[in-house]
Every structure is written in structure tokens, then in C-alpha cells.
């Protein structure tokens, strides 16, 4: 018996998906709090983030580190870097169990769009210690 077995490349996973990873030391995200205050979170965060990071039992500052991943890694994945998106323009989403989706608004949903991104965001998210990281799974329409 034969089996025969086909190498998945990297393009073929990059055409199928869009990818991003981010991690962030939850300390530097304590910094620019401490340094900058709500300037800080009114520049990154929509208001729904901003009251659920502060209703969360891990607590404030460990939330804005898992969302400020999460839209690192939704840059990434979808190239915004250089499109002048707003950062309140990629926003995480938290169910009533917790759970957390990844929502885009104007011009970083045009975008997205136009990348060929279809159906929901995957977005998962872990903390360990002083780091939070995200990844974000989007399918792309061919």
C-alpha cells in the first residue's frame, strides 16, 4: 500500500488564511498606563473594552495587554501597519461566558474586506506570568 501525503507550504496556508501572532509584556502595557493614564486607553481601546477590562477578576492592566495583542496581531495578520487604521478600529469583543471575538470597523474592516477576509475572526488569547499573546485566524475567499 502506497500513502502519499502532500506538503502544505507556507503560501498555501497564507492564501487560505490570514495569520497574526503578537505577544506583550504586561508590565510595559502597566507602563504607558502609569505614564500616560487614560490618554493611554482612550487612544487604543473602544469603550466596551475599556468597561470590560476594568469588570474582569484578572483585572485592568493584564486586559489591555491581551487586547492591545490582539490588535497587534490583527495588524499583522492583515497588513495595516502602513494604512493609517485606528487602533479602536479592531476591537475585542467579550461574551457573557468570556469568550473573545475580534470585531473591525471602518476603514480596518474596508480593508480586511478587500483582503478577501470572510466570515468571523478566530482570536485567541493566553497569559503566563508577565506576558499576553494573541493569534488571529481569518479564512480568505479566493
Same mark, same amino acid.
Given at each position: 500500500? !502506497?500513502?502519499?501525503?502532500? #506538503?502544505?507550504? $507556507?503560501e498555501a496556508v497564507e492564501a487560505a488564511h490570514a495569520i497574526g501572532i503578537d505577544i506583550v509584556q504586561v508590565s510595559r502595557i502597566d507602563a504607558s498606563l502609569v505614564q500616560f493614564g487614560d490618554r493611554f486607553v482612550q487612544?487604543?481601546?473602544? *469603550?466596551? =473594552?475599556?468597561?470590560? &477590562?476594568?469588570?474582569?477578576? *484578572? %483585572? #485592568? !492592566?493584564?486586559?489591555?495587554? =491581551?487586547?492591545?495583542? /490582539? @490588535?497587534?496581531? /490583527?495588524? @499583522? /495578520?492583515?497588513?495595516?501597519?502602513? &494604512? %493609517?487604521?485606528?487602533?479602536?478600529?479592531? =476591537?475585542?469583543?467579550?461574551?457573557?461566558? %468570556?469568550?473573545? $471575538?475580534?470585531?473591525?470597523?471602518?476603514?480596518? *474592516?474596508?480593508?480586511?474586506?478587500?483582503? %478577501? *477576509?470572510?466570515?468571523?475572526?478566530?482570536?485567541?488569547?493566553?497569559?503566563?506570568?508577565?506576558?499576553? !499573546?494573541?493569534?488571529?485566524?481569518?479564512?480568505?475567499?479566493?
Open positions: 500500500m !502506497t500513502l502519499c501525503s502532500r #506538503a502544505v507550504t $507556507t487612544r487604543l481601546f473602544s *469603550a466596551d =473594552e475599556k468597561r470590560d &477590562a476594568m469588570c474582569l477578576p *484578572a %483585572g #485592568a !492592566t493584564a486586559c489591555f495587554a =491581551e487586547g492591545f495583542a /490582539a @490588535k497587534e496581531a /490583527a495588524i @499583522k /495578520a492583515f497588513g495595516f501597519s502602513q &494604512a %493609517g487604521v485606528d487602533w479602536r478600529e479592531i =476591537e475585542v469583543v467579550r461574551d457573557e461566558a %468570556g469568550r473573545c $471575538t475580534l470585531r473591525l470597523h471602518g476603514r480596518a *474592516a474596508e480593508l480586511a474586506q478587500r483582503a %478577501g *477576509a470572510s466570515g468571523d475572526i478566530a482570536l485567541s488569547l493566553s497569559r503566563a506570568g508577565d506576558y499576553a !499573546t494573541a493569534v488571529v485566524v481569518a479564512s480568505r475567499t479566493p
